[in-house]
């Protein structure tokens, strides 16, 4: 299957900074991407849809000004958690379709605390 | 009611057993139907991918699809301690790189 990688793993930061979140489809260009959210216990919770070139799509409930989408090239989106506070401590999961049947394929997901 | 329905468990089998995850849904609009696997603190893994109604095996895998019904099944043979993980089922509509829905996920845990 098809590779999709994060960047950083996990990152702690304190509260009021940015933190920016790669993701990378390795193998296969993606013109789009999906950034998730997931508590703990919980099943995913899909943010927003990154698209090459263009403004990203977020989901009802999603402060855009928040969480700051780019989608530089058809391999690397990027995720930037602006003016982090502890309730956005969670596991960010990007993922990106491949192959015909736009198959998605996740990457290993990023942890972030925000003290 | 949600779109998507799954049993969040905890699923607890001993090893050997026969596993059966399920999922239903309301959307008849859904014609892809997808079961990841997620271990603790990592990104889901694609188990088993099907399109429209039928069956479809992969190794101890076999994934079924009743859109009469609105019901999938994951059935896992030969359970292994290495199985123990949660199974997330999930679905999406035609169209150019439609947004999955998922279930909540089912907590497996396949004992010794």
């Known amino acids: 299957g098809a590779v999709v990688s994060q960047h950083p793993s996990w990152v702690i930061c304190k509260s009021g900074t940015s933190v920016k979140i790669e993701c990378r489809s390795l193998d296969f260009q993606a013109t789009t991407m999906f950034w998730y959210r997931q508590f703990p216990k919980q099943s995913l919770m899909l943010m927003a849809t990154?698209?090459?070139?263009?403004?990203?799509?977020?989901e009802q409930g999603v402060e855009k000004d928040k969480f700051l989408i780019n989608h530089a090239s058809l391999t690397l989106s990027t995720l930037t958690v602006t003016s982090a506070h502890p309730e956005d401590s969670s596991f960010y999961i990007c993922s990106a379709p491949q192959g015909l049947q736009e198959t998605q394929y996740f990457g290993p997901g990023t942890r972030l605390l925000v003290l | 009611q949600k779109e998507v329905e799954q049993d969040p468990g905890p699923l607890s089998v001993p090893e050997g057993a026969i596993v059966s995850l399920n999922c239903t849904y309301s959307n008849s609009a859904f014609q892809y139907f997808m079961w990841y696997r997620q271990y603790s603190r990592k990104g889901p893994e694609l188990l088993m991918y099907t399109y429209s109604s039928g069956n479809k095996e992969d190794g101890r895998f076999t994934a079924q699809v009743d859109k009469s019904s609105k019901y999938i099944s994951l059935f896992i043979r030969d359970s292994q301690p290495s199985d123990s993980a949660t199974y997330l089922c999930?679905?999406?509509?035609?169209?150019?790189?439609?947004?999955?829905?998922f279930g909540t996920g089912t907590r497996l845990q396949v004992t010794l």
């Open positions: 999930a679905m999406k509509t035609t169209g150019t790189a439609s947004k999955l829905t």
């Open positions: 990154s698209n090459e070139g263009s403004k990203a799509t977020y």
